[in-house]
């Protein structure tokens, strides 16, 4: 069937199936395995999941899409928990091999420390996943697959209904990114990364109906997202450093303001390649069809 021919329900429906399908895959390994892939995946699917909803929200039922969210937020946290420390222990880790071998040596000690956080953030995933909340979240997942909550605008064809859609997540995009100014504030540039990554999911989930030209902008907002992924870390794994620095001996404190300064380096690198990475997104040929 032609991308003119499906309807904007067949677009939904592919979506949530797919995003449904990855939690799936990935659930016995978020219960007895220990690879960080697992959590990585299985948070990417709720993640889409919960975009999907919000991009896709004028063709289901409010109400539905509303509980579902919700659920899906509160799974997506417990995912979280893990992820985050996962991502930020592993860049530490690696910039730590940066350091002469004393500093590496003490900086490794006080990123060990991530362990233990890391156990208790997975012993409260693996509770959570077996709790009747996350079975009965399941069930709905699976029956949103199946037969989402559609209205009657669902019915319409999708390359008719859908442009709009993305329209609208790239505008959010392209204000957000004129509101930023010369020195934008961490939290600004981390605000934008998030609206470039709904505009990526949305232009992902309409590529059924629209092609290459939504390739095209889902990998545009894949590189801006990049850049401003890795200034987040950055930024994130700075400020760990610098409160964690007073719990230390010396040499430790020593040690993990070298690693501090590679981060702020990382976090003022990724601000100056941002504006070239928009400039390469903010074409006719990359949203001109929008």
């Known amino acids: 069937m032609s991308g003119r021919d499906i ?28 690879d960080p892939e697992s959590v990585h995946q299985a948070r990417v699917a709720t993640r889409r999941l919960r975009s999907d909803l919000r991009t896709f929200e004028q063709f ?44 590496a040596e003490a900086a490794r000690r006080v990123v060990r420390r991530l362990d233990a956080d890391r156990a208790a953030a997975r012993f409260d995933l693996v509770a959570a996943l077996s709790q009747a909340r996350y079975t009965q979240l399941r069930s709905r997942l699976a029956a949103a697959a ?23 997540q790239w505008k959010k995009v392209r204000r957000a990114v004129r509101k930023l100014g010369d020195n934008p504030p961490d939290e600004a540039l981390h605000s934008t990364r998030v609206r470039a990554k709904r505009c990526r999911y949305a232009a992902e989930a309409c590529e059924p109906a629209f092609g290459k030209r939504a390739q095209r902008l889902a990998r545009a907002m894949a590189k801006v997202q990049e850049v401003l992924g890795e200034h987040h ?26 690693l501090a300064q590679i981060e702020r380096e990382a976090a003022a690198a990724a601000r100056a390649q941002f504006p070239a990475a928009w400039r390469r997104a903010d074409t006719k040929r990359v949203r001109g069809w929008l």
Request: hydrophobic letters at 50%; aromatic letters at 6%; charged letters at 25%.
């Open 7 to 34: 309807t904007v329900a067949e677009v939904v429906r592919r979506a949530i199936t797919q995003s449904y399908a990855r939690l799936i895959t990935y659930e016995a390994e978020l219960r007895i395995g220990d």
């Open 60 to 103: 289901v039922d409010a109400q539905w899409a509303a509980d579902l969210r919700a659920e899906l937020r509160w799974l997506g946290s417990e995912l979280g928990a893990v992820r985050d420390i996962e991502v930020q222990r592993d860049r530490l880790r690696n910039h730590a091999q940066l350091l002469p071998p004393a500093e």
């Open 146 to 168: 199946a037969r989402p909550a559609f209205t009657a605008a669902a019915l319409a064809p999708a390359s008719d209904a859908l442009a709009p859609v993305v329209r609208s």
């Open 233 to 258: 870390d950055a930024v994130v794994a700075g400020a760990w450093l610098v409160k964690t620095a007073h719990e230390c001996s010396p040499a430790e404190a020593y040690a993990i303001g070298m």
